[in-house]
Every structure is written in structure tokens, then in C-alpha cells.
């Protein structure tokens, strides 16, 4: 037994899994373990993008096994199609599917997909428009969607800054358990809506699972990225917190932009002034949650560009990437790693706190009142953007 | 599918080859005519480089288990002799058998049928004649034959229920003379119509009617993913046959269609047909025409012949005058020539 080397013991079951998988698909086994039943098809609208006189249809097959399409139909109409990547799309596999046909801008409609045992997949555009294309004009767009969202209401929520430095120790306790519930107020929201995402997500790529290894993940890397730094006493380790804060807002953000620019690219947002309003209000509180933990600190004004500049870029990003190659499968990704960054960051506030406090309790009337007060800001100024 | 348009990449020349097809079935819908227009050749479209397609749907049919060109004119007389009383007798055998037919291009439905096809064979006979039905259920399911007609309540097809495996014989006379049909039904009622087990039976009168180039026409359609509504609309099963191939019908000409709606879910049909008006005899019971239309309803299982003309030659759609069930497969045309080339 001695003699036989490590690496055949790692590989041996492996190689016998591998041997009776093979076994068992070539040797017919797969027919009896079936019994004669249907194939189970699943096709999911990965993306749907309308240009003058065309649908253009992603399918992904998140099933068991392969589906062919047969025919399509737009609004109870069958139409000529063509597909690039052929009709039969394999287990995991894409297809992109192009319709010509003369929708009506500003009006609803509906593709259905006809499989070749006679299954229907039905993707309903709500708002016909023509997907914005990557010109300068687009970016253009989205750069000012994610400047108005994301940068600057998080640069303005940093002007807190001069009033935090003026409180008393106490009372910045309260503003920082107040970011802590502004923190778990985004970090819900993301999730809520990365388990949203998950469910248009193709079953294969299983997206409620997704969402935990894309938090999990995030909290992770967080902490193995940023672990000491964070846990450091003083100024320094204040600093790592903000920036920590700094990037799991980012992340946060990632996800909020993809998700404003992709529903602003297939017209489902009406994004009026309300709205953009709500969102710069609603993300301001950001701005003062990355500044209180080194509000005693005196950080430079290079150091406070650089906080708002990670915390607020990433909505561009996020909007540009949203309204140009959106994927309910992307998005989870996104958004479960907002949150799980969201997680890590809240934890490293606690530790904050708890170590500023010393010996005495975290928990006084005034940081679970700050906690409280800062998930109700959310929820208040969330109202404004809540659709 | 023998036709493989939809795994091979599409050329301009195809976009435009497809136009002038919807060019030929001038009053489509709105949006095949435009296609159309845009695609008449020289011509560029002003809508960038996307040429609109057309609601005919991708590719053909080739396993219908019937060709709706052979199925329009093909009508079964049974085999006949004479009883001791001189009465002209038909035998007929319908087979109730489980078949998977193509009802769309590259889409397969698990059908019930008799004698393997969709409608089932029109049977002909005269008023008067001794109608004998040899049935044999060779499906996996429970079916009958009922036909519509007067006759005896034990040759109604409806209690006498007949297991796999097992024989009945319908026997009755022939009568009223008019254009009847016959179904299965067996319990569920709706899912066995809906499976494919019924077609025409069509009785003479004793005078015959005027000499007329003869078709029928079953409008149906296929509920394919059973959520109780269909997915395809058709005449004789094919979505679009008589439209990727049309009629060709010669100038003058007296044209009759029996036209017989066996649609399930969808309360009513119809039939329009351009650039002219049919004379409607209503369930074929009367050799006087009822109505003068160019637009007529059906029920569910009702049945009417249709008598026209044409004055000129080219090309005349007829379809469902519901747009929806139109564009998905109801939906053919008359090429009126002056001579038919055989």
C-alpha cells in the first residue's frame, strides 16, 4: 500500500467515476435507467434586444436535454426566423435566434418559441424600443445615468464629513451604527433582488445556489483581502474599514447599475426626474457611511475622492455593462456579491464600534437607536424609488 | 423536416425570395404586405437592412401523415355491391391508430387517428345507401365512431364503447343527404376530438348537385403543449399548406368546398375568401343556397358547401377571418388560371 504514490489514491476514484459515467452513456444504460420518458425541455430568454425591423433572441437551455426549436411565433403570429448557431441547442448550450419582423415601437409583445415536441417558451417584451448600440452617444447616456445615480450622491453624502469630525465620541457611534443599518438595509435589498434575478436564471446555471457562492464568495475574499488591515488598531485600521465600506457600496452599486442600465436599455424604466431624484437621495447616505469611521482621522481630500470614486464609479460600469450585455445570470452574480460585500463590510463596522468602546457595551440606546434610524432612512428615502 | 431553411444561414436573395411570396398573398396581414413590397426585387427598404419576414412560419411540413393535395380531392366511396333488396351498400374500415404527425415544420404531436391520418378519409355515399363501418381500435386508449346523422341510438357511437383490441361494426342508412362528419366520441370528449379522431362524411343527395371541381376542407388545429388552447391553425392539419402550395383553380370553373369545422378550445371559425362570394349551403341539407357571403361562421362541428366562381385569374387568399388563427397555419390561396396544365 506504502509503495503506491499519493497523487493515484487522489486520482483513483476520480478515474473510476469517470469510467462508469462512460459506461453508462455508451453502454445504452442511460435508455433503460429512462424508461421511454419524454425529453425534459427547458429554454430560458437569456436576453431579447430589438433593432429596426428585427427581434433578436438569446435561448439558453438550462435543461437535461437538447431542445430543437421548431418554429416562432410573435404575437400568436408563426414568423420566418434564423438562427446562428443552429436550432438544436445542446444541454447548456445558446442560440441566437433573429426575427424579422416590423414591431411597433412603445407597444408590448410576445415571442414564443414552438419546440419540436410542440412545448412553447414565451418571453413578453413589455416596452418596444430599440436597443441603444454601443456608440458614444450610449455611453454617453449611461455614464450620466451612473454619474446622477451612483457618483454623485455618494460625493455629496461625503460633505458630512466636516460635521462627523465635530461630534462627540458618542454620538458618532450613532452615526456609525446608523451606516451599519444603511449597510443591511443594501445589503437586503441586493439580495432580494439577486434571488429575483435567480428565478429568470436557466436552471441549469441554478441561481438561487449562485447567489450563495457569489455572497459567500464575496465575504470571503473580503476577508482574506483585507483581514489584518481591517483588525488593526488606530487610524489605520479605521482607514481599511472606509475603504472596505468604500468598495462593498462599489460592489453594491456594480449591481444597482446593471440592473438601471439594462432595464433602461429595453425601456422598462421610465426614468423620470422622480426617479433620479429618489435614487440621488436614497444613495447620499452612502457617502456618509464611508466617511464616519475615519471621521477623527483627517484623511486627505485625494483619500476622500478615492473613497467616493470606488464606492460611485462602479454604477457607471454597472450601467454600461447592464444596458449592453444583460443576463439574469450576471446579474445575480453581481448582485449576490454586492451583498455578500455588503455582509463583510457591517461585520468590520461592528468591530469598529467594539473596539472604540473598549469594555463597555456595543449596544446603548443610541447605536441600536443609529441602526434603526439608518434602515429607516433607507426605507424612507427608498420609497422614492421604489417602483 | 426536409426543408432545412432554419439551420442554414439565410441570404438577402432568400428575405427576398420570402417577400414575393407574401407579395403573392396580397391581403395577408398588413405586416406581409409590407414585407412584401419591401421586398419586391430593386427595390431598397427604407427601414435599414433588416427585411421584415412573414407570418407563414419556417420551413415545411413532410410528415402530416396525409398530403393536403392528395387529401382536398380524395373522397372514399367503400367498397360497393347490392343487398337482396337492390340497395346500393358501402363498406367501409376505419382503424383507430396512435401516430405522431408533424402539424408544424419540425413540430411533432402525438395524435390519435383513424386509419394513421388526420382528418380521418372523407367517406362518400348517397341518401339511401346501407352505410357498414367496420371499426378496429387499435390505438391504446378507448374510442368509437359517431357519426352525424339519423340513425339507430345503438349505432350512435357513444355507449358502445370499443377497447383496444376490439371490433365494431356501424351499421345504418345513409341520410339526410347534407355534409356530416364523423368523431370519436369517447370520454374525455374534448381530448379525444382534439387528438385527431374525426373526419367528413359526406352524404349525396339521390339527384346529384351540378358537376363542380370538388374539395374538402377540415379546419382544425393542435393544442401541442396541452395548456387547452391550440398552437396551430390549419385546413386539413398542414398550417399554411394551400398556402406555400396553392389551389390551382381554372377560370369559370364551378368550384365546391366542403368545408367542415372540427377546431377544439376555439368557440368559432370562419372562412373568408378575397375577391369573391360564395353561395352557403347551410350543413349541405338543401340544394338551394342559403346565403350569398364572402364570410361565414362556424361552430364547433358545424359544416357548410360552398359554391363559387372566378371571373378573373391570379391569385385569391382565403384564411380564418379571426387574423390570429391566420397567421398561425389558416391561411391558403387560389391560383385562378385560364387551363389547367395537368
Known sequence: ?387 | MTDDASTRPVSRRDLVRRGALGLAGVAAASQALRAAERGLPGSVSPHGAHEPGNAVGQGRVSDASIDPMVFLEQFDGGEVSRDAAGRTVREFHLTAVDRDIEVAPGVFYAAWTYNGQVPGPTLRATEGDLVRVHFRNRGTHAHTIHFHGIHAARMDGVFEVVHPGDNFVYEFEAKPFGLHLYHCHAVPLKKHIAKGLYGTFLVDPRTPRPAAREMVMVLNGFDTNFDGENEVYAVNTVPFAYHHEPIVVRRGELQRIYMINLLEFDLINSMHLHGNFFHVYRTGTKLAPDEFTDTLMFCQGERHILEFAYEETGRFMFHAHQSEFAELGWMGLLDVVERVIA
Open chain 1, 1 to 387: 500500500m506504502s509503495r503506491i504514490p499519493t497523487p493515484v489514491w487522489a486520482l483513483l476514484p476520480i478515474v473510476l467515476l469517470a469510467v462508469l459515467g462512460v459506461a453508462l452513456v455508451r453502454g445504452g444504460l442511460l435508455d433503460v435507467l429512462r424508461g421511454g420518458a419524454p425529453p425534459v425541455e427547458a429554454l430560458t430568454f437569456e436576453r431579447v434586444t430589438l433593432a429596426p425591423d428585427l427581434i433578436r433572441v438569446e435561448l439558453v437551455n438550462g435543461g437535461p436535454d437538447p431542445v430543437t426549436v421548431a418554429q416562432v411565433m410573435v404575437d400568436e403570429a408563426f414568423w420566418t426566423f434564423t438562427s446562428r448557431a443552429g436550432t438544436t441547442i445542446p444541454r447548456l448550450g445558446r442560440t441566437t435566434i433573429e426575427i424579422p419582423y416590423p414591431w411597433v415601437e412603445h407597444e408590448a409583445h410576445v415571442v414564443t418559441v414552438l419546440t419540436s415536441t410542440g412545448l412553447t417558451f414565451t418571453h413578453e417584451i413589455a416596452v418596444a424600443r430599440a436597443t441603444p448600440t454601443p456608440d458614444a452617444r450610449y455611453f454617453g447616456v449611461f455614464t450620466l445615468i451612473g454619474l446622477y445615480v451612483g457618483v454623485i450622491p455618494v460625493a455629496i453624502g461625503l460633505l458630512w464629513y466636516p460635521l462627523l469630525r465635530r461630534l462627540e465620541r458618542r454620538w458618532l457611534h450613532f452615526v456609525l451604527a446608523l451606516t451599519a443599518g444603511l449597510l443591511i438595509f443594501l445589503g437586503a435589498d441586493a439580495l432580494h433582488e439577486a434571488l429575483e434575478a435567480a428565478e429568470r436564471v436557466a436552471g441549469a446555471y441554478q441561481g438561487v445556489l449562485l447567489v450563495l457562492v457569489g455572497a459567500l464568495g464575496a465575504v470571503l475574499l473580503l476577508q482574506a483581502a483585507a483581514g489584518r488591515r481591517v483588525g488593526a488598531e488606530g487610524p489605520a485600521g479605521r482607514r481599511a474599514v472606509a475603504w472596505l465600506i468604500a468598495l462593498g457600496i462599489g460592489l453594491h452599486n456594480l449591481g444597482e447599475g446593471l440592473a438601471i442600465g439594462a432595464a433602461y436599455a429595453v425601456g422598462e424604466a421610465a426614468l423620470g426626474a422622480f426617479l433620479i431624484v429618489g435614487f440621488m437621495v436614497h444613495n447620499s447616505t452612502e457617502g456618509l457611511g464611508i466617511v464616519a469611521p475615519v471621521a477623527n482621522d483627517r484623511p486627505g481630500l485625494a483619500t476622500l475622492a478615492g473613497l467616493g470614486a470606488l464606492a460611485g464609479l462602479p454604477t457607471i460600469a454597472g450601467a454600461w455593462i447592464g444596458g449592453l450585455a444583460y443576463s439574469a445570470t450576471l446579474a445575480t452574480l453581481f448582485l449576490s456579491v454586492g451583498a455578500g460585500a455588503i455582509a463583510q463590510v457591517v461585520v468590520a463596522l461592528y468591530r469598529v464600534v467594539a473596539r472604540d468602546t473598549r469594555d463597555r457595551p456595543v449596544w446603548t440606546p443610541l447605536t441600536a437607536g443609529g441602526l434603526l434610524t439608518g434602515l429607516l432612512v433607507m426605507y424612507g428615502t427608498g420609497l422614492l424609488v421604489a417602483g
